[in-house]
């Protein structure tokens, strides 16, 4: 089961990495590392969920 902190962590990655999407929204490479950090976060949450 994740932490709390974990899943705080990972949901600052993403807004930083929408953020970085957001400034270069051409940038293949941004749009990945956002789309990465989401379903992780994604994953995080739904694994807490299910305790």
Known sequence: MPMPEEIETQGLLVVDRFQACAAAPDDL???????????????????????
């Open 29 to 51: 490479e941004a749009a990945r590392l956002c789309e990465e950090a989401l379903t992780r976060l994604d994953t995080l949450l739904r694994e807490a969920g299910q305790a």
